[in-house]
């Protein structure tokens, strides 16, 4: 209560996705400033209660977002400071270790973006397989249970029409209530963007059907995001 996130953009991905919802980056990448690593640390400030990375992803900059982590861990030592990440999942399982650790210790978690199920599929759409982002997930639900609250591992899926429908949902569910049923799912509307500019949006009825199946495989925890986006 009273705190606030820094939400720190990384422009750079290790996929390629032709429905890239911020593909802005790309224009912005070869033109932009680095960010040394003390002018992220002076931006956590006393209110700063969260550390969020995203892009684009941090895993092709994951060296750096992880000195940066512990850094402004020990400089913060006794308040809550929780290290989030938002990513494909695609980084070296050390890695992802690495991250595991600082999430638990702080009290913060990892968002997988699973953006499909069939092997095919996922390389058509990101231009890469995603078995390691699978094997990563699967890593780091081995930690669930060291702590339930907040949770460690949440997932995410992007509604594509036309391409993620309940049937890759489904799959997707499966796979994550394997691991564990209380693990947080979102489905999410899908907003034309990049290459697949000229799709449509999700319908409720996509959704609603998807949100379905994914509780039939047994997830006790499934919402639909960016719902103003449905139609």
């Not at 400033?33 to 931006?43: A, H, M, R, V």
């Not at 995603?130 to 930690?143: A, D, I």
């Not at 691991?179 to 290459?195: E, M, N, R, T, V």
């Not at 609603?208 to 986006?229: D, K, Q, S, W, Y």
Request: with cysteine.
């Amino acid at each position: 209560v009273g705190g606030k996130n820094l939400a720190v953009f990384f422009h750079a991905c290790s996929f390629d996705c032709l429905h890239c919802q911020n593909w802005h980056f790309r224009r912005k990448t070869l033109s932009s400033k680095t960010i040394p690593l003390e002018k992220l640390l002076s931006d956590v400030d006393k209110k700063t209660s969260c550390i969020c990375y995203f892009g684009g992803d941090p895993s092709p900059q994951l060296p750096f977002a992880l000195k940066a982590s512990r850094l402004a861990l020990e400089r913060n030592e006794g308040r809550i400071l929780r290290i989030c990440w938002e990513t494909n999942g695609s980084m070296n399982k050390g890695l992802v270790d690495k991250m595991v650790e600082l999430s638990l210790n702080s009290g913060g978690c990892i968002k997988f973006d699973l953006k499909a199920w069939d092997e095919n599929l996922h390389i058509a759409l990101t231009g890469i397989t995603n078995k390691r982002t699978l094997e990563n997930f699967s890593r780091v639900g081995q930690k669930i249970k060291i702590r339930s609250e907040p949770p460690l591992l949440v997932a995410s899926t992007l509604l594509v029409p036309g391409y993620i429908d309940e049937n890759e949902v489904r799959d997707i569910a499966r796979f994550i209530a394997s691991i564990s049923p209380d693990i947080p799912y979102s489905l999410l509307a899908f907003h034309p963007h990049f290459y697949m500019a000229d799709m449509p949006l999700t319908t409720k009825a996509l959704a609603m059907t998807c949100l379905r199946v994914a509780h039939e495989e047994g997830l006790n925890n499934v919402r639909i995001g960016n719902v103003h986006l449905l139609v």
